[in-house]
């Protein structure tokens, strides 16, 4: 069956421009997480979805930040006002039930601020 | 509070060598333990968890770990290292925290495999 999937794979934009990562999940997956990876880094938590709501935002680093779910289905992370330092690849991983620890990652978006 | 500790940042050896990659946790509970791999410029995959029962579990591409309580560890082993095997391995943690399953990840243990 499909995964999870990302797009854009690659995004190059530049600084103080809005950038949308979007996130489709696994069909049925009610759990939803975001992560951001520096380069040469481990992973940083950003979001957690639980269907639409957002019960855990304490990992998004700034108000231009933010992130949405609609329909418990595809989640979109918005950057406003994109800084060099948002320069990472953005993870988004799935989870199928509550009770369950196994997350299912996409491939990711590497995002370039110049 | 739940950690994991990767204390190795690099390895490198060679191809057709074994492969141990370690991992320490904190965890009060019997512990989830996970191990993902992260090729280049892709996602994380699932090597293997491990949930209870059977203290060495097997995983995909021939890998295996073995939990042990005393010390608090979850390595990652390989008896011969293949050169696609050259990637970030992470290990992880399940922890129940602010009213939800989470994972707590290491920082991670980058291999290269030499001809």
């Known amino acids: 069956g499909a995964g999870v999937s990302q797009s854009p794979s690659n995004k190059v934009t530049e600084k103080g421009k809005d950038v949308e990562l979007r996130c489709d999940p696994i069909?049925?997956?009610?759990?939803l997480y975001w992560y951001r990876q520096s380069l040469g880094q481990g992973l940083e938590f950003l979001i957690y979805?639980?269907?639409?709501?957002?019960?855990?935002k304490s990992g998004l680093p700034s108000d231009r930040f933010s992130a949405e779910r609609t329909g418990g289905s595809v989640s979109t992370l918005t950057i406003q006002r994109t800084q060099q330092e948002d320069s990472a690849v953005y993870l988004c991983?799935?989870?199928?039930?509550?009770?369950?620890?196994?997350?299912?990652f996409g491939p990711g978006t590497r995002l370039t601020v110049t | 509070a739940q950690s994991v500790t990767q204390p190795d940042i690099h390895i490198t050896v060679s191809e057709g060598a074994s492969l141990e990659l370690r991992c320490n946790y904190s965890?009060?509970?019997?512990?989830?333990l996970f191990w993902y791999v992260q090729s280049p410029g892709q996602g994380l995959q699932l090597l293997l968890k491990?949930?209870?029962?059977?203290?060495l579990v097997q995983g995909i591409k021939g890998f295996e770990a073995e939990f042990k309580r005393s010390q608090s560890s979850f390595n990652l082993r390989k008896p011969s290292v293949h050169w696609s095997d050259a990637a970030e391995y992470f290990c992880?943690?399940?922890?129940?925290?602010?009213?939800?399953?989470?994972?707590?990840f290491g920082a991670g243990t980058r291999l290269a495999v030499h001809p």
């Open positions: 069909s049925g997956h009610t759990a």
């Open positions: 992880a943690v399940g922890a129940f925290s602010g009213g939800y399953n989470k994972l707590i």
């Open positions: 491990y949930f209870s029962g059977d203290t």
């Open positions: 979805f639980q269907g639409n709501s957002a019960p855990d």
């Open positions: 965890y009060g509970a019997t512990p989830y």
């Open positions: 991983a799935s989870s199928p039930l509550v009770g369950t620890y196994e997350q299912y």
